[in-house]
């Protein structure tokens, strides 16, 4: 997968990542235990090439590709002042990416937002 939308990007997620996926998995009125449970296995496999803060996370080296369907959501601002909306998805039962987009839609490049309240 190397494409403008998926360019190879294979690591740990970083401690920043972390704390989000984690507090938007905790602040989910839903239960999404199942979800929380995979957070320790993710790793990141690729990012998006048009330089915002998304990434695709997989267990292990394969990234599901499936239908995609929302596990939690959320809209803050990013450390620059750009006001965001980050979207938890889920693929085949994995917890896929977090896809985080301007909500004005402009194309400002912006860092990834820390969790609301910390």
Not at 23 to 42: C, F
Not at 43 to 69: E, M, N, W, Y
Request: a neutral charge; charged letters at 30%.
């Amino acid at each position: 997968m190397n494409d403008q939308l998926h360019v190879p990007d294979e690591r740990s997620l970083s401690q920043e990542e972390l704390n989000l996926l984690e507090w938007l998995l905790g602040h989910k009125r839903s239960d999404v235990s199942q979800y929380r449970a995979q957070i320790p296995k993710l790793r990141v496999v690729s990012r998006c090439g048009c330089r915002r803060p998304t990434i695709d996370f997989a267990i292990g080296t394969t990234r599901k590709d499936g239908p995609s369907h929302i596990i939690a959501d959320a809209e803050g601002s990013s450390p620059e002042g750009v006001r965001v909306r980050v979207i938890v998805h889920g693929r085949e039962g994995e917890i896929s990416e977090p896809e985080v987009y301007s909500v004005t839609g402009k194309k400002n490049v912006f860092s990834l937002p820390k969790p609301w309240g910390a």
